[in-house]
DNA sequence: TATGGATTCTTTTTT
DNA sequence: AGAATCCATA
């Protein structure tokens, strides 16, 4: 083990401030970071991780838990930065990288690591697929129809609401009784139907070795929860630490516990003000009981603010004191001042748009590149007016969260035929794959389905299948594809290789199956590019399952390396642990932030609150909300969408509003000019698509 | 039994 | 506006 001398030790401390030093100078007991917006709690993380390294812990058995593989990736990058800071000073520190070591990731990802290493301890086997939300969703419907819980006279919950129900069992540890109850109470009279299809979905997954996000964690946790898997995994590891704790929910705080049940060696870093994933059943009483779960806790708060500007920090200090129970922080600055934030009135959503994009570019003409300007908002569909407009003039933007692309039906089909090579049993992927023949239905499926269970080698049990005469010409070129596919096993053909061997069969299906062709090729293009990173087909499907590209943009960062300077749109979710010189809130007004749907509780509206506190504290130097007195909403009590009168965000109170700038944009934008585009008539998906191709 | 069209219901955030 | 389901036709 290799130690550094004093002196090493002190310039990796130098930069800190008194209370991060004292969070990365903290020995193995238990250790609670509260970490305001903007106090450096990604720095804080990232030194004592290289604390830990170069006081002798070995990379390799230190666990770092993060929200995102983004997050993950950024914060092992900057502790391979401070140690090679380190390294310089002494050469003959000789370590190279000692960062990579680091198992860093989601709870999820490491959790497939550990099953596939572990795994058949439980019974499990190490091929198995992973289900990601849709597919899930597919495989109750599945069992929904099977169950005939389908029928609408019925009224049964929708697949999607079942997965909801299901997960949200899962993920805080309660009966369906209670969670009915509790969380979907317009279910309850279900009860007994939906225990019996979770009985059979959890059977299901069984059966085909299939793990689904939920199971990943469950799995885990019952790895830990077994003599022989608790003491063979917590024997690995010297230290575990979690980023966001305040977003995590109970099955993940038991597996904390029980990877080290008195808390030695481990570290968790959140800030019960920035709680916002309740609705994945994350609990901010992880973070407020931890002191209490881990006796020996010592706490660190982190109040000096590094990102925002005096003004800021005195608007977002004004909205975070009105909720009701949280650790009591005072954020504070020495930061220069700066423009108060703006409270950007308008008559709709159309001026509101038009406004914001003029500031955009005034910023840009002003030396802030778009990279560095943010537009938020709640929902991932009330940025689709501004996208139009980028579109219209021009504008790049790359936007994060809402539908990914690796959701897209195209890109489901194609990795449906992996799936199915790297394991027979998914039933998800085979009816998939079966289902886009021309001449085979849900029933012929699910009979062929039947003919090859047991089957090693599904193609197997289909020999005696007489195909109808729409599948003719598909289907021995389909067996010959699968029968090529099964055969190679990993490494022996590159992954892009694979894709073209699909591809070359699923080319005719694609174009008599969707319109918009050319956009749907270029993201198979995209997704043949990013396979050929991987060597592995697990890897590539686990990966493309548990932390797919969460943007356009991204996936061109991934492939080329030039970087286009690009507008930032984000939901608030997507936006979490982010920072940029500018931002804008898009429609704070009631209804969409909070969200309706949030009206129903106190709690919600709480995590709304949150949630809008999140947005305000993503700014470092400008902040703009707006606010239009009418809103083009489309819901069922007006369908089509129409012209809502709409009031400011109640999170805008007038302590909040008093400082703050009120602009009236309708006196800024010509009307005219709105017309002109207005009466255009704008197919928005061909302006997507349009932008699409021009970016990939 | 597959499939396209008509009809009825729902509508957030994401690993 | 879209998804889920039902219904008629090939």
């Not at 086997?125 to 597919?135: G, M, N, P, V």
Request: charged share 30%; with cysteine.
């Amino acid at each position: 083990m290799v130690e550094a001398d004093d002196d090493h030790l002190e310039s990796l401390l130098s930069q800190l401030n008194d209370q991060q030093r004292v969070a990365v100078e903290h020995d193995l007991n238990p250790l609670l970071i509260v970490a305001g917006a903007g106090t450096g709690k990604t720095t804080t993380l990232a030194h004592r991780v290289a604390w830990l390294i170069a006081t002798g812990v070995d990379p390799r058995r230190i666990m770092l838990l993060t929200f995102t593989r983004r997050a993950a990736n950024e914060m092992l990058r900057r502790v391979e930065a401070i140690l090679s800071g380190l390294d310089h000073h002494a050469d003959r520190t000789g370590r190279k990288r000692p960062g990579r070591g680091v198992w860093g990731g989601t709870f999820h990802s490491i959790s497939a690591r550990m099953l596939r290493k572990y795994g058949n301890a439980l019974g499990l086997d190490s091929q198995f697929t992973i289900l990601d939300r849709t597919d899930s969703e597919d495989l109750l419907q599945l069992l929904r129809i099977d169950m005939n819980l389908a029928d609408s006279k019925k009224r049964f919950p929708l697949k999607g609401t079942c997965l909801d129900i299901y997960s949200r069992c899962m993920n805080s540890q309660r009966r369906l009784e209670e969670v009915l109850q509790f969380d979907f109470p317009w279910c309850a009279e279900y009860q007994d139907e939906l225990k019996g299809l979770f009985r059979a979905f959890v059977d299901r997954k069984e059966l085909q070795g299939v793990l689904d996000y939920d199971d990943l964690l469950v799995f885990w946790r019952a790895l830990l929860d077994s003599d022989t898997g608790a003491e063979m995994i917590r024997s690995q590891f010297d230290a575990v630490l979690i980023d966001e704790y305040q977003d995590t929910n109970v099955l993940q705080s038991s597996i904390l516990q029980l990877l080290s049940p008195e808390g030695q060696g481990v570290t968790v870093v959140g800030d019960d003000a920035q709680s916002i994933y309740s609705f994945r059943a994350a609990t901010v009483r992880n973070i407020l009981d931890f002191p209490q779960d881990f006796p020996n806790t010592t706490i660190v708060a982190l109040e000096q603010n590094y990102r925002s500007t005096q003004p800021i920090l005195e608007m977002t200090n004004r909205v975070i004191s009105m909720a009701p129970e949280r650790f009591e922080k005072n954020l504070w600055s020495d930061r220069e001042q700066g423009p108060r934030p703006i409270i950007v009135e308008s008559d709709n959503e159309d001026v509101q748009t038009d406004y914001l994009i003029s500031q955009i570019l005034e910023h840009r003409e002003n030396g802030v590149p778009l990279n560095r300007q943010a537009v938020l908002f709640r929902a991932s569909h009330h940025s689709l007016p501004l996208e139009i407009e980028l579109g219209h003039r021009d504008i790049p933007f790359a936007k994060y969260g809402g539908l990914k692309f690796i959701e897209t039906a195209h890109a489901k089909d194609l990795l449906s035929f992996l799936r199915i090579a790297e394991n027979p049993r998914d039933e998800v992927a085979v009816m998939r794959v079966l289902t886009m023949l021309p001449g085979i239905g849900r029933k012929k499926g699910a009979q062929l389905m039947e003919m090859s269970k047991g089957q090693s080698d599904i193609t197997a049990g289909w020999k005696d299948f007489k195909p109808p005469a729409a599948t003719r010409d598909h289907w021995p070129l389909f067996i010959a594809l699968i029968q090529s596919l099964s055969l190679k096993r990993s490494d022996d053909e590159p992954m892009s290789g694979q894709l073209k061997l699909v591809r070359r069969f699923y080319k005719p299906i694609l174009e008599s199956k969707y319109d918009n062709l050319r956009a749907r090729e270029n993201d198979l293009d995209q997704l043949e590019r990013i396979s050929d990173r991987y060597v592995n087909r697990a890897s590539f499907l686990t990966d493309l399952a548990l932390e797919p590209p969460t943007s356009m943009m991204e996936l061109k960062d991934q492939t080329q390396d030039a970087d286009e300077e690009c507008l930032v749109l984000s939901t608030i979710h997507s936006s979490k642990g982010l920072e940029w010189d500018v931002v804008y809130l898009l429609q704070a007004i009631e209804g969409c932030l909070p969200s309706e749907m949030a009206l129903r509780s106190g709690d919600d509206l709480e995590e709304e609150r949150r949630l809008f506190y999140v947005a305000l504290t993503r700014a470092k130097h400008w902040l703009y909300v707006g606010c239009p007195r009418r809103y083009f909403t489309r819901n069922n009590s007006f369908p089509g969408g129409r012209n809502v009168s709409v009031r400011k965000s109640r999170f805008l109170s007038d302590s909040v509003l008093e400082c703050c700038e009120i602009i009236n944009a309708d006196l800024e934008i010509d009307a005219d000019d709105l017309e002109s585009y207005r009466s255009t008539g704008i197919d928005s998906r061909s302006i997507r698509d349009g932008l699409k191709n021009r970016w990939l």
